[in-house]
């Protein structure tokens, strides 16, 4: 048994896929331009600090101070609530003047030695971010270039960053619970025609095969429903096809039967052995005779193109299929003195068909030729290349079939009347079916300026498409 799954559920994980990547995409994107927006916060913050740090050492060292901010200076400029600050002094070289010596030197990259950057660090083995700035300050040779660097630790940094991630993940988060539940709920609303399909077929019964209508149908389900009303369509024809069928043979096989059960009974009263011969000897022609229309009907039964649909076709070589039921049809030619034969000049002639479909086809125009032919007759089998077709012609010198009548004699149980060989009226309704199954076409005409009849079936070349022949 086949598992079944939600088609739901499968667009709900389809469509959540991309959803999720597209929010983590978005929530990186949105993460990292608030981060760049607060290091560029703090950044100019730590600047600023900096820079009145500058100031006051450059105008304590005009007093002839040292490099070194006094205890209330530095409890007011480096003061901070989360984080711990730190400066110091370095000379152009990296050699500490001033301040707090377990801050490094920040050593400066190539063109960077007389502008400000900034960098990381660390100080008692905590990260810090550091701003180093270039200021000049009086010395006793006179004014020299200095490098005041100010850090602070990142806790405050790391907090607000914490803060931002949750403040973007939460608001995401609940917009990716409403749009699932916004997706259930859409997706089942969507889904709302195959529920109402699914309705409007449960509540048929087994007769009814009617097209399905329903209004406001989406293109996606409307397809579907056009299947469905197609196979109800090709289900009927079936039916009524089978149902057709069934009354014509009934019809039909009632008159044989009684006639067969009529001369069994007269034959069980006789009591003269000629007359009882000759009962029996009716008996075997009805019966021969019905034996003859149950055959006809199986195959026309077999012929039905919904039938013949389910049959897996192939390419084979018509010439010799023919051939061969021309030659195992001689026995029913010879008692009759008919001359049977087959011409054709081709050495393959590739066709797509069903081998057996094709033999019962051919035997039964084959069967009438021979049978409305006078004895002593022609019937000729023949084959040739016409283009890019295949022509199978069956030819006798018989009778012919008046013109008015050549639409007909296609029909279940017509016969041409005055016809005074027995049969069932089935052998060209087959041979029309099988045809049209296999795409060939028909035409009927005399054979001659002086009658007989000619009847061709005209088949697509399959030969690019054939076996490969070797030895």
């Not at 820079?51 to 209330?72: F, G, H, M, T, W």
């Not at 806790?155 to 991630?165: G, P």
């Amino acid at each position: 048994m086949k598992s079944r799954f939600s088609v739901r559920r499968q667009l709900l994980k389809w469509l959540l896929l991309p959803l999720l990547i597209l929010i983590a995409v978005d929530s990186t994107i949105l993460y990292r331009i608030s981060l760049h927006f607060l290091r560029k916060a703090f950044d100019h913050a730590l600047y600023e600090t900096a820079y009145d740090v500058s100031q006051i050492l450059i105008q304590d060292r005009l007093n002839n101070a040292q490099l070194e901010l006094k205890p209330e200076v530095r409890d007011m400029l480096l003061s901070s609530q989360q984080d711990v600050m730190y400066y110091s002094v370095y000379d152009q070289q990296g050699h500490f003047m001033g301040g707090d010596h377990a801050l490094p030197y920040l050593k400066p990259l190539s063109g960077q030695h007389k502008t400000l950057y900034y960098g990381a660090g660390q100080v008692s083995g905590h990260d810090v971010r550091v701003v180093s700035m270039p200021v000049v300050i009086a010395t006793e040779e006179g004014n020299a270039p200095v490098r005041i660097q100010v850090a602070e630790t990142r806790n405050q940094r790391q907090h607000l960053a914490s803060q931002i991630l949750l403040g973007i993940l939460i608001p995401q988060l609940l917009l990716l619970l409403v749009a699932v539940l916004l997706m259930w709920f859409g997706i089942g609303r969507g889904l709302r025609p195959l529920w109402d399909l699914h309705a409007a077929l449960a509540q048929r019964t087994p007769r009814d095969l009617s097209p399905v209508q329903l209004t406001q149908v989406p293109e996606e389900v409307s397809m579907l429903v056009e299947s469905i009303n197609q196979l109800m369509q090709q289900v009927q024809r079936l039916l009524e096809s089978q149902n057709r069928f069934i009354a014509d043979a009934a019809h039909q096989l009632r008159t044989p039967l009684a006639g067969v059960m009529a001369q069994t009974e007269l034959a069980q009263y006789e009591t003269n052995p000629d007359a009882l011969q000759k009962s029996l000897g009716n008996i075997a022609i009805s019966t021969e005779r019905l034996v003859h229309m149950v055959n006809q009907l199986l195959i026309l039964a077999r012929a039905e193109p919904e039938v013949m649909q389910a049959i897996q076709m192939h390419v084979l070589d018509l010439r010799a299929l023919a051939q061969h039921v021309t030659g195992d049809l001689i026995s029913l030619a010879l008692p009759r003195n008919i001359d049977l034969g087959f011409e054709s000049e081709l050495a393959h002639a590739w066709v797509l068909g069903d081998a057996t479909s094709l033999e019962e086809m051919l035997s039964n125009l084959v069967d009438n030729a021979i049978r409305y032919s006078d004895e002593g007759g022609r019937v000729t089998v023949s084959l040739l290349r016409d283009g890019e077709s295949f022509v199978l012609s069956v030819e006798d010198d018989g009778p012919g079939i008046p013109e008015d009548e050549r639409e007909k004699v296609f029909e279940r149980f017509h016969r041409v009347i005055g016809t005074k060989q027995p049969g069932s009226g089935l052998g060209l309704a087959i041979v029309l079916e099988i045809a049209q199954v296999h795409g060939a076409t028909i035409q009927m005409q005399d054979a001659t300026p002086e009658g007989g009849l000619r009847i061709s079936l005209r088949f697509a070349d399959h030969g690019a498409d054939a076996p490969v022949i070797t030895g």
